[in-house]
């Protein structure tokens, strides 16, 4: 297992992938989501792609006690854990990789998404 399919939103327009591993999604606009806090991705998405890690990721940002911080690698280390890693720099935590397995809904305000977690 490599990445989950859900770390992108469905409103994704196109992408590019290099021989390089560098990849580029591209939105039709900065959008909204929420995984366990609410995340905010950019109208161009790029990090490098590896079997289990997008590294030096641009265009995402994610919620943490009221600061919007910059998402710098998604890493899976072990599938079997179930767990996945999101490091911002400043702050690390892991999430369950059920929350990525399927893409989420995308928003142009926040007020549009749904916090229901049943």
Same mark, same amino acid.
């Given at each position: 297992?490599? !990445? +989950?399919?859900? %770390?992108? +939103?469905?409103? =994704?327009?196109?992408? /590019?992938?290099? &021989?390089?591993? !560098?990849?580029?999604?591209? *939105?039709?606009? +900065?959008?909204?989501?929420?995984?366990?806090? $609410?995340?905010?991705?950019?109208?161009?998405?790029?990090? /490098?792609?590896?079997?289990?890690? %997008?590294?030096? =990721?641009?265009? !995402?940002?994610?919620?943490? %006690?009221? !600061?919007? *911080?910059? =998402?710098?690698?998604?890493? =899976?280390? &072990? +599938?079997?854990?179930? %767990?996945?890693?999101?490091? $911002?720099?400043?702050?690390?935590?892991?999430?369950?990789?059920?929350?990525?397995?399927?893409?989420?809904?995308?928003?142009?305000?926040?007020?549009? *998404?749904?916090?229901?977690?049943?």
């Amino acid at each position: 297992m490599g !990445l +989950p399919a859900g %770390l992108l +939103p469905k409103e =994704v327009k196109s992408y /590019n992938f290099s &021989d390089s591993g !560098l990849l580029e999604v591209f *939105l039709e606009g +900065p959008c909204f989501t929420k995984f366990d806090t $609410m995340a905010l991705y950019d109208t161009n998405f790029r990090a /490098n792609l590896s079997h289990r890690s %997008l590294t030096a =990721v641009q265009g !995402l940002s994610q919620e943490e %006690l009221f !600061l919007w *911080l910059p =998402v710098k690698d998604i890493i =899976v280390d &072990d +599938p079997s854990s179930g %767990l996945i890693l999101i490091d $911002m720099g400043v702050a690390h935590k892991q999430l369950s990789l059920s929350i990525f397995e399927e893409p989420p809904d995308c928003s142009t305000t926040t007020s549009e *998404l749904s916090w229901d977690t049943a």
